[in-house]
C-alpha cells in the first residue's frame, strides 16, 4: 500500500537559516504530492502540490520538486521566519476514481529569533 | 472564501455519553472525510464518504460511526465515549476531477479547524 515516510522531529532553527523537511514514499501508480502546513490551534492548510514528475511546487517561499528515481519530495525554504513555526505534513493521493491523501506523521518545526 | 466549518472548537464529555460531531462544507464538494490527530501518530483517517448516505471505514473506524444526510454535512457519532478518544478531530472534504486518478485530486483537501475533544 501507499506510505509516506518523514524525517524525525523536531527541528529547531534560527531565523534565517536554510529549512530541509525530507519526506520520501511508497506508492503504486503516478500519485500526486502535497505539503500541508498546521499552525498552533488550527487545521491543516495546503502549503504545495506537484502532480507529475521533476514538478516543482511553491509557495510562501517554500518549495519542493516531485522526484520519482528518488522517490521523494523534500520541501525546503531558503530563509526561515519565527512566523513560520508549525507542523508540516506530506502526503500524497491515491490512484484510483476517488483518490485519498496518505500523510506522514508530520513534523514540528521551531524557528526562534 | 470557501470553508470547512466544525461546530466546536473545544467540546468536554463524560465517558459513556453520545457525541456528536459537526461538519459543514460550502464548496459542493463530493468527498468528505474524518481524520482524528493524536501526538506521535499523525493523521488516522476515521471514515470517509463519497457521496451522500454513502459511508466507509477508514483505519480506526471502532467506536465510531458516521451520517451524511446532505452532501454538505459529515456527522462523526462517538457512540459511547471513552477516554482513549480524547483528542483533536479533523474534518475535510475534497473535490476529484472525473478521469485523472490521483491528478484529479487537484486541490488536496480542505480542512476545517478541528475539535478537541476531551473525555473525562
Known amino acids: 500500500g501507499n506510505s509516506v515516510t518523514q524525517m524525525e522531529g523536531p527541528v529547531t532553527l534560527s531565523e534565517e537559516a536554510f529549512l530541509t523537511i525530507n519526506c520520501t514514499y511508497t506508492?503504486?501508480?503516478?500519485?500526486?504530492l502535497f505539503w500541508y502546513v498546521q499552525y498552533p490551534g488550527e487545521g491543516l492548510q495546503l502549503l504545495l502540490k506537484?502532480?507529475?514528475?521533476?514538478d516543482k511546487g511553491s509557495n510562501k517561499g517554500f518549495e519542493a520538486t516531485y522526484r520519482k528515481e528518488t522517490t521523494s519530495f523534500h520541501l525546503e525554504k531558503g530563509s526561515v521566519q519565527v512566523s513560520d513555526s508549525a507542523v508540516y505534513f506530506c502526503?500524497?493521493?491515491?490512484?484510483?476514481?476517488?483518490?485519498?491523501?496518505?500523510f506522514g506523521k508530520g513534523i514540528t518545526l521551531s524557528v526562534r529569533p | 472564501d470557501v470553508k470547512v466549518t466544525q461546530s466546536s472548537r473545544y467540546l468536554v464529555k463524560r465517558t459513556g455519553e453520545k457525541v456528536f460531531l459537526e461538519c459543514v462544507q460550502d464548496?459542493?464538494?463530493?468527498?468528505m472525510f474524518w481524520y482524528r490527530q493524536d501526538p506521535g501518530l499523525g493523521l488516522r483517517l476515521i471514515y470517509f464518504?463519497?457521496?451522500?448516505?454513502?459511508?466507509e471505514k477508514g483505519d480506526i473506524p471502532e467506536g465510531y460511526s458516521v451520517s451524511r444526510e446532505k452532501k454538505e454535512r459529515f456527522s462523526l457519532i462517538l457512540e459511547s465515549a471513552s477516554t482513549n478518544q480524547t483528542s483533536m478531530y479533523l474534518c475535510?472534504?475534497?473535490?476529484?476531477?472525473?478521469?485523472?486518478?490521483?491528478?484529479?485530486?487537484?486541490?488536496?483537501?480542505?480542512f476545517g479547524s478541528g475539535t478537541r475533544l476531551t473525555v473525562v
Open positions: 506537484a502532480t507529475k514528475a521533476d
Open positions: 502526503a500524497l493521493s491515491s490512484t484510483g476514481a476517488n483518490s485519498k491523501l496518505t
Open positions: 475535510a472534504s475534497s473535490f476529484q476531477v472525473a478521469g485523472q486518478g490521483a491528478r484529479g485530486l487537484r486541490d488536496g483537501y480542505t
Open positions: 464548496m459542493d464538494h463530493e468527498n
Open positions: 506508492a503504486t501508480g503516478y500519485p500526486s
Open positions: 464518504s463519497y457521496d451522500v448516505k454513502m459511508k
